[in-house]
């Protein structure tokens, strides 16, 4: 391998050496190929941001020329292939995905980039600038240094408001007072445009329907000073419509909930709230709507209220659009006050809806294959936005990738009642402003699941939840379910699976207490919603607890044995985990992704270990993808290295520890395909020590020198944000091998994930 990365060089240096003599011979004889332009900034004082000021001018240096890849012209190469006669087919290919066409020193206009400097350096109020030009010249190639001399810039020594009418005057003026525009700040017509979008922003919100902010306009006078100062004056245009320079009060709320286009004249009126609810036919109770809607009859207009009135309707999960228009009544009613009416149509869902989704996913209980989910809902169930859903759910799974056959498939049934309330259903009465952002939502679910692992076991488990999930704002979410009971009957197990319990006490012992009674809140913070942020991070924080409440209630049959409710042994544990992504977005789809995952499980009172359906796992294509699902860890065990090895090789390897590191560069290929280049860090543990692994599962000081590592490439299918992800890595730090050999890049045994979606 070392033989290969010693030649890597080279051969990069003879392709650019090869592109860069091909494209020679292709140059016009009367041209040479522009190669880019620099930019020097002289001065006789210090400018302040210089470096911030040359990056904006050099965004006028154009034209761009033709990239280049480790020195080389690739696009450029291809396009000057294509225009042979007869271009092969790769050829004509290459040219379509990257071809570029040549940028000649002809075509760079000098004076006109001298012309748009200028214009920049007197809009950041360096007045009276000058600007020049030379081109480096060699026999195909040429460049061009501009030079601009920048003198000292123009500052503002006062701010004012010219004369307005009233009200409007007062309201700009208190604005102004606290304006970031501040006194000595340099000219800078940008500045200027932030100023007034500012001001016509805060404006809307006090009622300014009608208002603008081109009816603004800034004005310096320079003629009082000597020394490069002015005056900064804000006046309005002439010519102002009349009714843009008053605030505007909502008269009426009118509320259609049942709105359809062909609807022409709706008669039925109901006034709740002081609010009027139009609909003919009743389709949402009124006193469940009012609380969404944040506009308020007598107040003034303001867009933030509507936006926020929008949003909260759109969550209901009862309407297909929100539309929320003013009317104005009277163009002036008086002197100071103009009068607005405010319509939001809601148009409805249909009722019922049927949906059947096929799935091909690597799910975290350790198998991959198709799973039909069959789905009926009914909206707006009681009249008040709830949404009732019926799932039904068949899969056949198989894991991937194993040695042996046993236990390796499933089938799974599973069928879901799930009812949502859009409000907080709760014994005492919350008041609707305590959730500023969003009402939370009430769900209530019961499910029964069937899953035949094949020559191990049956189980049947039962599941009923009761909580509220709400986002705090457009980052933060929260979920607690203050109720979440779970039941699991382990059915028809093999003598092979019992041989595998007895050999492992603790997995025995994780399967026997069936019933899990508790509480569990998620806290979510996700700049990933916000595609523009450059910096993006995500947070997710999981709490689950189960068995303290029912201990209460709890009997023990006998001395030492564990307690039970209502004829079943209940776990009782905690649990927390916390998820850390960040994103640093390079832009034109490249991103470089990290993420940072612990967590961490305690058995304690009724249990000595954490049920099987809790615990931790690793590997696989959503952890470290150079190991297979469940195989990597606990700690440093090998199953190869145990006499015992044949009932645990197959089954999978869980801890209540678990630590996983990953980083990832996503970029581009064509069209819809993506790749990535990836590497993984992680395993499992126990905090007590399981007889089973003899002692190689415990979390110890050393665990950095425990972790599994890999490192591989990715080709990703991205169709509209549906990702189809392929995953090639191999391992290069196996813990369960002898320390002696554990870095080892093992290229030879690579591990092809196949998932659905991003890994993180």
């Not at 012309?115 to 060699?138: I, M, P, Q, V, W």
């Not at 030079?147 to 307005?164: E, F, G, H, I, S």
């Not at 076991?457 to 203050?482: M, R």
Request: proline share 5%; net charge positive; glycine share 6%.
């Amino acid at each position: 391998m070392k033989l290969y990365f010693k030649y890597i060089p080279l051969l990069l240096i003879f392709i650019g050496s090869f592109y860069s003599c091909s494209i020679s011979k292709y140059i016009p004889e009367n041209e040479r190929l522009y190669t880019g332009a620099s930019l020097v900034i002289q001065s006789d004082s210090v400018i302040r941001y210089e470096k911030r000021l040359k990056q904006e001018l050099e965004t006028v240096l154009l034209p761009e020329p033709n990239s280049k890849f480790l020195g080389a012209y690739p696009g450029l190469f291809y396009y000057y292939k294509n225009q042979k006669e007869k271009p092969g087919f790769i050829t004509r290919w290459l040219y379509k995905k990257m071809g570029e066409k040549p940028v000649y020193q002809s075509d760079v206009e000098t004076l006109e980039v001298e012309k748009l400097l200028l214009n920049r350096l007197e809009n950041r109020g360096f007045l009276y600038s000058t600007a020049t030009s030379k081109f480096k010249e060699s026999e195909k190639k040429a460049s061009v240094t501009y030079t601009v001399n920048v003198p000292a810039p123009y500052r503002m020594k006062t701010y004012q408001l010219d004369t307005l009418p009233s009200p409007i005057h007062e309201e700009i003026a208190e604005l102004i007072s606290n304006s970031p525009i501040k006194r000595r700040r340099r000219f800078d017509l940008n500045t200027m445009k932030l100023e007034r979008l500012r001001i016509d922003a805060e404006l809307k919100k006090r009622g300014y329907y009608n208002f603008n902010e081109n009816f603004l306009i800034f004005e310096a006078d320079t003629n009082k000073y000597e020394n490069k100062n002015f005056d900064l004056f804000l006046k309005l245009k002439n010519a102002v419509p009349e009714k843009s320079i008053v605030p505007y009060r909502i008269s009426k709320i009118n509320i259609y909930p049942n709105y359809k286009t062909t609807d022409s004249v709706l008669s039925a009126t109901i006034r709740y709230n002081d609010q009027n609810y139009i609909q003919d036919e009743e389709f949402l109770k009124p006193k469940y709507l009012a609380p969404f809607i944040k506009l308020k009859e007598g107040e003034l207009y303001n867009p933030e209220t509507s936006r926020h009135t929008a949003r909260r309707l759109s969550t209901i999960g009862a309407y297909k659009y929100v539309n929320i228009l003013y009317s104005e009544i009277d163009s002036i009613a008086t002197d100071s006050l103009g009068i607005l009416e405010a319509n939001i149509y809601l148009s409805p869902l249909n009722k019922r809806a049927f949906t059947a989704e096929l799935q091909v996913v690597t799910k975290s209980n350790n198998f991959a294959g198709p799973t039909l989910a069959l789905t009926y809902s009914n909206r707006n169930l009681f009249g008040g936005g709830e949404v009732y859903n019926t799932i039904l759910k068949f899969g056949y799974e198989a894991q991937i990738g194993s040695g042996k056959s046993t236990g390796n498939s499933s089938l799974e049934l599973g069928f879901k009642n799930e009812l949502i309330f859009p409000r907080v259903l709760f014994p005492i009465k919350i008041n609707d402003d305590f959730f500023k952002y969003s009402i939370p939502k009430t769900k209530i679910s019961l499910s029964l699941d069937y899953l035949d692992r094949t020559q191990l076991y049956n189980l049947v488990s039962g599941t009923a939840l009761f909580g509220y999930v709400w986002d705090a704002n457009k980052y933060v979410t929260h979920q607690i379910n203050p109720i979440s009971v779970n039941y699991s009957d382990l059915r028809k197990t093999t003598a092979e699976f019992k041989d595998i319990l007895e050999n492992n006490p603790f997995l025995k012992r994780s399967f026997e207490q069936q019933f899990i009674s508790g509480l569990n809140y998620s806290f979510t913070y996700n700049e990933m919603v916000d595609s523009n942020i450059k910096h993006q991070k995500y947070l997710n924080f999981n709490l689950d607890t189960a068995g303290n409440s029912i201990s209460l209630f709890a009997k023990q049959q006998e001395p030492g044995a564990a307690k039970t409710f209502i004829g079943s042994e209940y776990a009782q544990y905690a649990k927390a985990d916390l998820d850390l992504h960040y994103h640093f977005n390079f832009g034109k789809e490249r991103t470089l992704a990290m993420r940072l995952y612990g967590g961490f499980g305690m058995a304690y009172g009724n249990s000595e270990v954490v049920p099987f359906s809790k615990q931790y796992y690793a590997g696989g294509p959503y952890s470290v993808r150079a190991f297979k699902i469940r195989s990597l860890g606990p700690g440093t065990y090998n199953a190869n290295d145990t006499a015992n090895n044949q009932p645990i090789e197959y089954f999978d390897k869980t801890g209540n520890i678990r630590l996983e590191a990953n980083i990832e560069y996503r970029f581009p290929i064509f069209s819809f395909f993506k790749g990535a280049i990836f590497a993984d860090a992680g395993n499992i543990w126990n905090s007590k020590e399981n007889p089973t692994f003899d002692g190689k599962d415990k979390f110890t000081k050393n665990f950095i020198h425990e972790l599994g590592m890999g490192a591989g490439a990715g080709l990703r299918v991205d169709i509209q944000s549906f990702v189809v992800r392929f995953d090639l890595a191999a391992p290069f730090h196996d813990p369960a091998l002898p320390k002696s050999k554990r870095f080892y890049f093992d290229l030879k045994n690579p591990i092809l994930n196949f998932a659905i979606g991003y890994p993180f």
